[in-house]
């Protein structure tokens, strides 16, 4: 074989192993919908929360009931047993994702703050989230490149979650690609949570805000939202953060209808709310909380020795609530 053709092969090769390693790209999204299956593959049982189509071929979001990973996958790998919901509960009602579901509900009652705000009980460390809620200011990219310089050594990729709105998204590409940039590199690993498609905000109290505003439409800002993930490269995760950490319980209900659970915090940062031991930490990176990404600067920095020595961790939510829960 001559040196051209041996060249020509290593380029099919290499660009053979790209296009099977590289993430699908969902821009043709049709037929979206909740969808509750049990899809099986070998000894594999997993939970497919919503179906859609794209470029004629069919696909499931799937949600792994142990782990609390999700992913994309193609409908024809998998033996489908179509569920209602409650089905769904019934038979997995010993898994973390249930238990999980579960202690997000029974919170419902709360105004502000329903959902799992404490993650891994005990644990030195803390789970950090991130919001992006709408805004015309940049990314602060302080945030997740400190991560990246203070856990580099301890950590890699340091695991962390943000919940993205989609307006954030349609206003900020440069500063999302930035971020998926940093997740191919290793460099942090990130949970991407649905934060709403609208993230609406109005003067009313709280009973009749954000999501509780009249008229508001709960399947374009959740299912919405999930659409422009995908079509951004985003795999949508099975957690769901409130606009503002304000719900009721009927509003609660139904996002865990949707398979998603709500996810709080105990530690809100720009309101002065210290971390604990498994805090679920809350900043907004979106350029709208000084005070709040000054906070988490000087904490990493209080927390430097403890980090050198492996005694104060980031937690990815995912692998603390499957720890809380397997037994």
Known sequence: MNATRFSQLLFFVFLSFYFITSAQPFNNIKNYKTNFNIASNGHSKLIAIRSFSNNNQKYFLLVDPTTLDTKVDLVSRYTINRLAWPNVLAIFKNSPYVKSLETAIAKDWQLQNAGIDHAIPGERGITLTIDLCPSHK?????????????????????????????????????????????????????????????????????????????????????????????????????????????????????????????????????????????????????GNEEIGVKDFIQLLKTKEADVKSKQWLLFDLRQGLEKEFER
Do not use: C
């Open 138 to 286: 940049s990314l602060d990219r302080i945030i997740f490149q400190s991560v990246f310089d203070e856990f580099n050594k301890i950590e890699q990729p340091a695991p962390l979650a943000v919940s993205v709105s989609g307006k954030w998204m349609l206003k900020h590409q440069n500063d999302l690609n930035w971020l998926k940039s940093l997740v191919d590199k290793k460099e942090i690993n990130i949970t991407w949570v649905n934060h709403s498609y609208n993230h609406e905000v109005n003067s009313l109290p709280l009973a009749e805000n954000f999501l509780l505003a009249p008229g508001t439409n709960l399947e374009i800002e959740v299912l919405e939202n999930e659409k422009l993930m995908l079509k951004n490269g985003l795999t949508p995760s099975v957690f769901f953060r409130f606009p503002g950490l304000v719900s009721d319980k009927s509003i609660v209900d139904k996002i865990t209808a949707y398979g998603l659970i709500p996810i709080g915090s105990d530690a809100w940062l720009a309101k002065g709310q210290q971390p604990n031991a498994g805090s679920i930490v809350l900043i907004h990176g979106n």
